[in-house]
């Protein structure tokens, strides 16, 4: 079985990086590492480059010590030890509520509650077997935003078992909010990939930051000012033949989906990140009916 760190970096190589363009800049700099478990690169343009990039990737530091599953002492990692949060972050907050939104927006489809699920799935693949329909049922017993509680005192589930994850948008969301900051430093031209790729600007060449889809139209997208998320269904695995994908309806506890891959092209990085994910176990009615502004591409 793949681990959860491994996704992330599979889902996010769906997206391959721009080529910096040919324009020779010595204000022109990038940075490579790692985000919440996926690899992170940050391209920008700025005579103090340097010191931007070192801010941007405290930022990113500081974000993990939040939403990552990987720290024993991040505050999700806390809050799903404990079952409370006690004067949660106020990013906390904020990407909870954006979770809120993206849930009933898309009826249900977008639930960071499935971490339970997903915990089942995992101990039950590495034994060698498919997760028992009873113990399915047990899990989907504590998926359901429903049992979320959140306020900036507190974030609090409603009965013993629900755990969160934020891996679906909390790339997304870090990606927003290092632009932010560059942004409010004066950069006019960046791209950050932080597992999903938020942009700046028009890119070196001023024709747009070219995104490529390696989907099977193997499409280039420009992206000026915008945002692009991927999810694909088998972009890993829970068994060793590569059949059952880590995607698991919240709604259902099953995994699978409509979409082999889809992506999401918004202004805000969280939110094509969480559409996307959703996307993959919506119907093209659906997707159409919730969709928004945002541009979808569907494989």
């Known amino acids: 079985m793949t681990t959860r760190r491994k996704i992330l970096t599979i889902i ?10 040919a324009r020779a800049s010595n204000d022109l700099k990038q940075w490579r590492g790692i985000a919440l478990g996926a690899n992170a690169h940050i391209i920008l343009e700025h005579p103090d480059a340097d010191r931007l990039i070192n801010n941007a990737v405290d930022e990113i530091h500081r ?35 954006l979770c809120s939104r993206l849930n009933e927006r898309t009826k249900g489809a977008f639930d960071p509650t499935v971490q339970a699920l997903w915990s089942l799935y995992a101990e039950s693949f590495s034994a060698g077997r498919y997760p028992t329909e009873k113990r399915i049922h047990q899990a989907l017993s504590v998926t359901g935003w429903n049992h979320v509680e959140f306020s900036t005192q507190q974030v609090s589930f409603d009965r013993a078992g629900v755990m969160l994850t934020l891996n679906g948008i909390a790339q997304g969301y870090i990606a927003d909010k290092v632009k932010k900051l560059l942004s409010d430093n004066g950069v006019t031209s960046a791209l950050v990939n932080a597992g999903e790729i938020a942009t700046l600007g028009g890119g070196p060449k001023g024709d747009g930051w070219q995104v490529e889809l390696r989907n099977s139209q193997d499409q280039n997208i420009p992206l000026h000012n915008r945002s692009i998320a991927t999810s694909a269904l088998l972009g890993t695995t829970f068994n060793a033949n ?7 309806d919240p709604r259902t506890g099953y995994a699978g989906g409509v979409w082999s891959e889809v992506s999401v092209v918004s202004n805000s990085s969280a939110e094509a990140d969480g559409l996307s994910t959703a996307f993959c176990l919506m119907p093209a009615a659906e997707i159409s009916a919730c969709k928004g502004d945002s541009e979808v591409y569907l494989s």
């Not at 990013?91 to 509520?97: A, N, R």
């Open 63 to 97: 974000l993990e010590k939040i939403f990552s599953l990987y720290q024993a002492d991040s505050q999700i990692s806390r809050l799903n030890n404990e079952g409370v949060l006690h004067e949660p972050a106020f990013e906390m907050i904020e990407l909870l509520s």
């Open 12 to 21: 996010a190589g769906a997206a391959a990086l721009p080529a910096v363009g």
């Open 242 to 248: 590569g059949t059952v994908g880590h995607i698991l």
